[in-house]
């Protein structure tokens, strides 16, 4: 998975990414910059096969498949399914644990938005995060952090407000609208084409190229 072995600063940047777009990459890339970060891990978030949130949640194997695709060329970008070999629900604490079981030689970063880190009070063994890792807070609309009354550990990182348009892309597909611009050109139209499937047949486990 990783593209060097010598990198030791990673920020996990978790979600589903369905799908991912320009904004992302964006961010991340912004990060690299700011920070001291080696490399960005986008950690695709699999199903919870006991509760399934949403019907538009595309399979796991394809979001992943999207999120390579999107970030080749990038080399410090790397997409990851780590989580998928882990116990479901898989809670970030515990993918924290076993990514650094796993890679003893790596310092893993915690990456949030502001509205998550609002919200973090009242996630699974959020004490321990905050006791064994560093996180990154980024910006997001209506998600006001003050810096100052942040905890040790913690850092907020002043990066432009980017768009986070993955809903807006699945209802533009759907609606047969273009997507041009929203995701990488690499991605256009097999993210048409698995968004398309999954709307018209209620099957997302289409095989992939």
Do not use: C
């Amino acid at each position: 998975m990783a593209k060097t072995q010598h990198t030791t600063h990673i920020g996990i940047y978790g979600g589903s990414f369905n799908p991912i777009h320009t904004g992302h990459i964006a961010l991340a890339r912004t990060l690299l910059r700011l920070t001291s970060l080696d490399e960005i891990w986008f950690m695709v978030s699999p199903l919870n096969p006991f509760k399934r949130a949403t019907e538009d949640l595309l399979a796991d194997n394809l979001r992943l498949k999207l999120t390579q695709l999107a970030l080749e060329g990038e080399p410090r970008l790397v997409a990851s399914d780590f989580e998928f070999g882990l116990p479901k629900p898989s809670y970030t604490y515990d993918t924290l644990r076993k990514l650094t079981e796993t890679y003893p030689q790596n310092h893993f970063t915690l990456i949030m938005g502001a509205d998550n880190w609002l919200a973090f009070d009242r996630w699974k063994d959020h004490e321990k995060i905050l006791r064994d890792y560093p996180i990154i807070v980024y910006p997001r609309h209506n998600s006001t952090v003050d810096a100052a009354a942040l905890p040790p550990g913690v850092t907020l990182i002043d990066t432009p407000l980017y768009d986070f348009n993955s809903t807006v892309i699945r209802q533009r597909v759907a609606d047969g609208r273009s997507i041009h611009g929203l995701v990488k050109p690499e991605i256009e139209e097999l993210t048409r084409e698995y968004y398309q499937n999954m709307a018209q047949h209620g099957d997302n486990d289409i095989n992939m190229p």
